[in-house]
């Protein structure tokens, strides 16, 4: 039975193959209380956010070369979504790359995809906890 006490996260997730995290991933999280949904281009990614609220966008920030920092920059920018927070969701931590999303406002936290499931779970659940008591 569901604890009604708790408070299910909204993730959207920002990755080259959406359909590998909606098959697998978002599962997995959703036994942890976590809905994940994900896009891997700027028109899904911003349809998805206008039509709902999302606690958290995990982003590849190397996504389709100039794409990710693309979305990125449009979601920073936007009065409507600036306030979420993105944490890195990428098995490529190049450094300058890593720099311009914390730039642009990304948080300087970095998720691997290769992660256990369980894993991703308790680190979105961590990263939602600080937000919320910051």
């Given at each position: 039975?569901k604890?009604?006490?708790?408070?299910?996260i909204?993730?959207?997730?920002?990755v080259?193959?959406?359909a590998?995290?909606e098959?697998?991933?978002?599962k997995?999280l959703?036994l942890?209380?976590?809905v994940?949904i994900?896009?891997?281009?700027e028109?899904?990614?911003t349809?998805y956010?206008?039509?709902?609220?999302?606690d958290?966008?995990?982003?590849?920030i190397t996504?389709g070369g100039d794409e990710?920092m693309k979305?990125?920059?449009w979601?920073?920018y936007d009065?409507?979504t600036?306030?979420?927070p993105i944490?890195?969701?990428t098995?490529?931590?190049d450094?300058k790359?890593?720099?311009?999303?914390k730039?642009?406002?990304?948080?300087?936290i970095v998720?691997?995809?290769?992660?256990?499931?369980?894993?991703?779970a308790?680190?979105?659940?961590e990263?939602f906890g600080?937000?919320?008591?910051?």
């Amino acid at each position: 039975m569901k604890d009604e006490s708790k408070k299910e996260i909204s993730v959207l997730f920002v990755v080259d193959d959406p359909a590998n995290v909606e098959q697998g991933l978002a599962k997995s999280l959703l036994l942890e209380d976590i809905v994940a949904i994900a896009a891997n281009n700027e028109y899904d990614a911003t349809g998805y956010i206008r039509g709902g609220q999302y606690d958290l966008v995990l982003f590849d920030i190397t996504l389709g070369g100039d794409e990710g920092m693309k979305i990125l920059k449009w979601l920073k920018y936007d009065e409507r979504t600036k306030h979420i927070p993105i944490a890195i969701f990428t098995n490529n931590t190049d450094e300058k790359m890593f720099n311009q999303a914390k730039e642009l406002g990304a948080l300087d936290i970095v998720i691997s995809p290769k992660s256990a499931p369980k894993q991703i779970a308790d680190q979105i659940k961590e990263i939602f906890g600080k937000l919320q008591f910051a």
